[in-house]
């Protein structure tokens, strides 16, 4: 699986957007990009994935670059309960392996 | 839809017991069960792989005699830790997919081993 890479921590107003970036450039063409968010201790949850086109959701929207190296989570309009780590992970197969997460904190 | 169990929430018990973790796929059914687990300020970290009937697949590192999965339907999953030590305490998640690769997780196990 291709490896990704993640800011470690960011920053959103309550109510604004939280445009969250992921960095996969060694991606295969096979493998898709899976969004999950884990508040803590609670399991992950998931958001969204893709593999070449935009897709939205009632959760978030996922921007994928066209040469699938970068992609960008937006949450449209952050709340407090927004406030978690999200992985971002590319995948081939069935098996997931996280990475370190963006911790996310929504500021009132 | 894709609701994912686990029982016990959390679970302390004394160095060289073992102790027995549910997981269930609630309204779907689970080809494939995913076990993971994750120290304090990090992340998940994969530890093996189960499909329905078969033996689990264990990641590199992964003492299969020591986590004994169990896979014997398509809603249930069981994860034995067997001669529990304390460097076993951790946060132990699984998860579930069905025909498709998207991962429900549940909601997790706290074990604390004294």
């Known amino acids: 699986d291709a490896k990704t890479t993640q800011p470690p921590s960011m920053d959103c107003a309550e109510g604004r957007a939280a445009n969250l970036p992921c960095n996969h450039s060694?991606?295969?063409?096979?493998?898709?990009v899976y969004w999950y968010r884990q508040i803590h201790s609670q399991g992950p949850q998931y958001i969204i994935h893709?593999?070449?086109n935009n897709e939205t959701n009632e959760m978030a929207s996922l921007i994928i670059t066209e040469d699938r190296k970068s992609s960008t989570l937006i949450l449209p309009h952050a709340t407090l309960r927004d406030t978690a780590v999200y992985y971002c992970i590319a995948v081939t197969g069935n098996q997931f392996y996280f990475g370190t997460g963006t911790s996310l904190t929504v500021i009132p | 839809g894709a609701v994912v169990s686990q029982h016990p929430s959390w679970v302390i018990c004394k160095s060289g017991t073992s102790v027995k973790i549910e997981c269930r796929s609630l309204?779907?059914?689970?080809?494939?069960m995913f076990w993971y687990r994750q120290f304090p300020k990090q992340s998940l970290m994969l530890m093996a792989t189960s499909n329905e009937g078969s033996k689990a697949t264990y990641e590199q590192g992964v003492e299969k005699d020591k986590f004994l999965i169990n896979h014997a339907s398509l809603t249930l999953s069981t994860l034995t830790v067997t001669s529990a030590h304390p460097e076993d305490s951790s946060f132990y998640i699984c998860?579930?997919?069905?025909?498709?690769?998207?991962?429900?997780f549940g909601p997790g196990t706290r074990l604390l081993v004294l």
């Open positions: 309204d779907f059914q689970a080809t494939t």
């Open positions: 060694t991606i295969s063409g096979n493998e898709y």
């Open positions: 893709g593999l070449k």
């Open positions: 998860s579930a997919a069905g025909t498709g690769e998207t991962q429900y």
